[in-house]
């Protein structure tokens, strides 16, 4: 079966699974791109720079899209998987209660996305926190519901990825592409 060229998005509250699943697909040999906001976090704690989204959600967010945007002119049109996209941003941004700048949804919208995205639902007993993940279970609860809302008013389908072993995330994923998992 001929898989459209496209680029899928799995998305998520913080510490849902969505790296384990990223680095699962990748040992399955696809090509992935790991979540911005997290590199640029790290970057940010290792230069001493002190725009994070806890600290300036509008500075934080412009750094990543502009990265995301950046990433995007260089990815070819075959299939791909993202650890977020900018969708995400928008969500993240009102869980801050703030406004996302229109051109993020215009972004979004022309974008290579698939219509089709995974959202990882919150899962208690994997919840864990770290130098970059500082919100609440709570917290995430909230993030979740925003990123739901921000991708359906985008139009975009969620497909919520079920609470499996990884490689069974992984595989659900591929089957829900119309991928053949190979035993």
């Known amino acids: 079966m ?8 799995i998305t998520g ?3 849902t699974g969505k790296s384990s699943v990223i680095n699962e697909l ?3 040999n696809f090509v992935c791109y ?7 976090i790290k970057e940010n704690q290792e230069n001493n720079r002190n725009i994070f ?3 300036n959600m509008r500075e934080f967010s412009d750094m990543v899209y502009s990265r995301m945007k950046n990433r995007a002119k260089h990815q070819s049109n075959n299939l791909c998987f993202l650890d977020r996209s900018v969708v995400d941003l928008i969500g993240y941004m009102e869980f801050a209660n703030e ?12 974008s290579r996305y698939a219509k089709k995205v995974f959202i990882m639902p919150i899962w208690a007993s994997i919840y864990t926190n770290d130098q970059e993940r500082k919100e609440s279970i709570e917290e995430a609860k909230m993030i979740d519901n925003n990123l739901r809302k921000s991708y359906n008013k985008l139009g975009f389908t969620l497909i919520d990825v ?6 069974e995330r992984a595989e659900f994923i591929l089957t829900e592409i119309g991928l053949q998992i190979q035993a």
């Open 2 to 9: 001929a898989i459209e060229k496209k680029h899928y998005v």
């Open 26 to 28: 990748k040992k399955m």
């Open 53 to 55: 989204p806890w600290v």
């Open 162 to 167: 079920p609470m499996l072993t990884i490689k």
């Open 34 to 40: 790991e979540e911005i906001a997290r590199e640029i």
């Open 99 to 110: 406004t996302a700048p229109i051109h993020y949804a215009e972004f979004a919208k022309s």
């Open 13 to 15: 509250a913080p510490s």
